[in-house]
């Protein structure tokens, strides 16, 4: 019949096209944390910073599926994602074993408030990441219309230790020797995105929390940055209830008041996980 969506099977179990996605690519980072790649579904269109539902055929028959920021740009052929590995994780005590060439399930529906139209317009954007909280900022930082928007882009990101960033590192470096996003964006886009890693466990050459590297004004002055005022600043949060609470008492500190796709203000915020706090 000509009107059936063709199926395909997922762990042996059968899956209603397009929902089923080729793994092209696999990455281990640490023992906790990889990535992996798919093939962008046509149907698929999103803003950078997004999230969609993902996962794997469960042993009931239905799918298993949880929230996953997508890493890579609006503009790529494929979808890139950074995952976690819980040990005992439903999900990803399983997805952790995924290998190229095999399926998960993605659902294509593109959702979350860490996009650009969910802030006004101001001259510098700051993304404040712990953890897998990277994710959606991995997107935003691949995507021109970001550096359209400002000036200046400042991606903080912390982790108990050194291996635990290493995954932003190489994301950095990869971005800045892009030819193709210099020529779109311009020869000097490198140098508007500044770069802060720190770790809180583990020494490193800067150490501490987002919050309290803030705090103090460290981060200020090793950035040479005069100060955090809702004039100029927006800001996008990604980690744990915790540090979400805790960063937006410091934000509002600074003045800047939080906003949503409706109602567009100075800084916004997502958890990167659902965990104890909630
Ligand atoms: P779960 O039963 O879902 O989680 C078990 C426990 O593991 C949680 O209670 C929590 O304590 C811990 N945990 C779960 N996820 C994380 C994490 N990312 N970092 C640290 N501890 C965690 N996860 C990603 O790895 N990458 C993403 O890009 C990502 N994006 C998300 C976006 C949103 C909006 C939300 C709400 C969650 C996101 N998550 C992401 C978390 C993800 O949905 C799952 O929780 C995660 O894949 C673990 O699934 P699980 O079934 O193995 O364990
Ligand atoms: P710390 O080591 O001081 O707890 P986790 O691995 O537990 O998800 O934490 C990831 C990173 O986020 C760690 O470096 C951790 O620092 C930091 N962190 C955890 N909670 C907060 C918070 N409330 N405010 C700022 N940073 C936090």
Redesign the pocket.
């Known amino acids: 019949m000509t009107d059936q969506m063709p199926v395909t099977t997922v762990n042996a179990k059968t899956v209603t096209l397009p929902d089923a996605q080729t793994v092209t690519h696999v990455r281990h980072w640490t023992d906790r944390l990889f990535s992996f790649r798919v093939k962008r579904p046509a149907s698929l269109r999103f803003r950078s910073g997004e999230f969609v539902m993902l996962g794997l055929m469960g042993d009931s028959g239905k799918p298993l599926l949880r929230a996953y920021s997508i890493a890579s740009p609006a503009w790529d052929d494929e979808l890139e994602f950074y995952s976690i590995k819980v040990p005992d994780g439903p999900l990803t005590s399983r997805l952790q074993h995924v290998r190229e060439g095999e399926q998960i399930i993605l659902r294509t529906k593109p959702v979350g408030t860490l996009v650009l139209d969910a802030l006004l317009p101001g001259n510098r954007l700051w993304l404040f990441a ?2 897998t909280g990277i994710a959606p900022f991995a997107s935003l930082v691949r995507d021109p219309e970001t550096y359209e928007r400002y000036a200046e882009v400042v991606l903080m990101h ?3 230790d050194v291996a635990e960033l290493d995954y932003g590192r190489k994301l950095v470096e990869s971005i800045r020797a892009d030819d193709l996003l210099a020529e779109l964006i311009g020869e000097d886009f490198a140098d508007r995105l500044r770069y802060y890693p720190s ?3 583990e020494p490193s050459a800067t150490m501490g ?4 590297n803030l705090l103090t004004g460290k981060v200020l002055a090793d950035l040479a940055i005069d100060g955090i005022s809702p004039d100029k600043d927006r800001g996008m949060v990604c ?2 209830f ?2 979400i ?3 937006k008492a410091v934000l509002e500190g600074f003045g800047l008041e939080e906003g949503a796709n409706s109602d567009p203000k100075h800084y916004v915020v997502e958890k990167a996980f659902v965990g104890d706090g909630i």
């Open positions: 712990t953890g912390t982790c108990r770790t809180t466990r929390r987002i919050t309290d980690g744990s915790e540090f609470k805790d960063m």
